[in-house]
């Protein structure tokens, strides 16, 4: 991140505040750092010092809650996408396969969406849609038909009925993979985890120093996806825009490349196995320059 004594500084993603801890040591007494975390379990682990400020809001929301505690421009945003190590060990939660709990999976708990809206309610077509997009699943149509069947007869409840709905489809060698694949989309879908990272990475480059630097930690193809692109092109989808001269206009540079976790960083923590961080860095507003 490239971190100035005193600079100001934004975890979005503070969960047990361990990105959190890491940045207040490296800043000095007139640093600043926000963090934000929409699950209100993560305010028990906010951190008593005068420098940190913890929002209880979802990220896509940087923008507002920043202007509204006075700060207009950062020196570094960190994002660790994806659920935290403590909502995948609360079992009543729904995130995990390991065990058996209510349809739930919302990170913001205060959402009057679940995983039992989700499941229970949602039509065939686009069960399967989320199914498909977010968990690329090849059986996503099939699937979602037997579920369907499956809830007229009763509500589907629980993450183990919800296992046993699909049992057919969930193979010995390759259940577990194909589980955490179902429980991704449906969580996605919970939480509207692709709308808030779109809505998230376009307010950066208004907030961004010139200099500052964005370290985005993805854990799943969806999300990298969208954050190597923005990193790109400053845009998801098509070519970067170019002014009247033909310059390319992008607000960041790529620095570096992609890192993944090492074998050792494995070992010690296999959580971190899927985890790409890329970092990028606010430019000017022309960065380059037509061929």
């Given at each position: ?117 989700v499941v ?62 179902v429980y ?52 998801f989808e ?54």
């Amino acid at each position: 991140m490239n971190i100035k004594e005193n600079g100001v500084y934004v975890d979005v993603t503070f969960g047990g505040g361990g990105h959190s801890e890491e940045i207040l040591r490296r800043i000095g007494k007139d640093g600043k750092l926000i963090a934000f975390d929409q699950d209100k379990e993560a305010l028990a682990n906010a951190i008593d010092d005068p420098r940190f400020r913890l929002v209880n809001e979802n990220f896509r929301f940087l923008k507002r809650f920043l202007k509204f505690y006075g700060i207009l421009k950062v020196d570094g945003i960190l994002a660790d996408f994806g659920v935290s190590s403590h909502q995948f060990d609360t079992a009543q939660r729904g995130f995990s396969t390991r065990f058996d709990a209510g349809l739930d999976m919302r990170m913001n708990q205060r959402s009057d969406v679940s995983a039992y809206e989700v499941v229970n309610e949602y039509g065939e077509e686009e069960l399967a849609k989320v199914l498909a997009s977010y968990g690329e699943l090849r059986n996503a149509r099939a699937m979602a038909k037997t579920i369907v069947v499956a809830r007229k007869q009763a509500p589907i409840k629980t993450t183990l009925q919800l296992k046993e709905v699909l049992g057919r489809f969930l193979p010995k060698m390759r259940e577990h993979k194909l589980l955490a694949q179902v429980y991704q989309a449906i969580r996605i879908e919970v939480n509207q985890e692709m709308e808030a990272l779109k809505d998230f990475l376009l307010q950066t480059p208004d907030l961004m120093e010139e200099g500052g630097r964005l370290s985005l930690i993805s854990y799943h193809s969806l999300e990298d996806r969208l954050v190597k692109r923005f990193i790109r092109s400053g845009k998801f989808e098509g070519e970067p825009e170019k002014d009247f001269y033909g310059n390319v206009m992008v607000p960041f540079k790529k620095v570096g490349k992609l890192i993944v976790p090492s074998a050792e960083e494995i070992a010690m923590n296999n959580r971190a196995r899927s985890a790409k961080l890329r970092i990028a860095e606010r430019v000017g507003p022309v960065s380059g320059r037509a061929n």
